[in-house]
């Protein structure tokens, strides 16, 4: 695979690029402790600023790794509202996951299906990934349709999958072909 790192993507709506420092203090109070944010992610919510730029500190660090792809989303000319990755990539079997979280007051504005959709186009045609894989909680259909919007296709139900902050948790799981990506996009 040609892996690119975290470069900017820009859609009508957005610009995905990578984060920075200062975007701890809005990061801290628009969702990593947020409950209804976090409730079905496998992540703890954020009990301090200091943990928020602790865990961006990280993310800085591993930006320079061609293999690292963390975006934060962000209104053209306005506010951060939450990140996209791919993250569990396997080189030998072209195949990565995305994992994704954004802000309650935005949510149904589908930014997360504009984000998803561009991170699926730079994925398959750019980076040369063969499957794409997402999976949500049974209880979080959101996401679910999200990943249909973008042509994912549910493969099955993963039973007690993940610990999200729910508890152990059923889940999901969709993917996307590279060659399903193609007809979706007249390659042929
Ligand atoms: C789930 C989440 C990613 C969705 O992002 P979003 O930007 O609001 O999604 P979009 O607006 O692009 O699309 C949402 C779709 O889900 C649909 N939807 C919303 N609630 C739903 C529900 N309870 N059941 C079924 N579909 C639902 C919307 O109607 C929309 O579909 P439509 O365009 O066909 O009407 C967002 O709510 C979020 O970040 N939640 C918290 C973190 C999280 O759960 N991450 C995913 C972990 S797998």
Redo the contacts with the bound molecule.
């Keep these: 695979m040609n892996h690119t790192g975290t470069l900017l993507l820009e859609t009508p709506r957005l610009r995905l690029r990578p984060l920075s420092f200062s975007d701890a203090e809005v990061m801290y109070t628009s ?1 990593t402790t947020d409950m ?6 496998s992540w703890r919510p954020h009990t301090s600023l200091d943990e928020t730029k602790r865990i961006l500190s990280y993310w800085i660090s591993n930006y320079p790794d061609p293999k690292f792809y963390i975006w934060g989303i962000q209104l053209q000319r306005g506010q951060l509202i ?1 990140t996209i990755s791919i993250h569990s990539i396997s080189d030998p079997f072209l195949r990565g996951e995305v ?4 802000a ?1 007051p ?9 984000s998803l959709q561009a991170i699926l186009d730079h994925a398959f045609g750019v980076v040369g990934f063969n499957r794409i894989e ?4 049974i209880e ?7 990943m249909e ?1 973008c042509g994912m296709q549910k493969e099955g139900l993963l039973r007690q999958y993940y610990r999200s902050n729910n508890g152990l948790q059923d889940a999901y799981l969709y993917a996307i072909l590279r060659k399903d990506w193609q007809l979706s996009k007249g390659i042929f």
């Design positions: 969702w209804d944010v976090v409730r079905y992610l939450g994992g994704y979280a954004l309650k935005f949510w149904g504005k589908g930014y997360v299906t504009e997402g999976h949500h909680a979080n259909p959101a996401s679910g349709r999200v919007k």
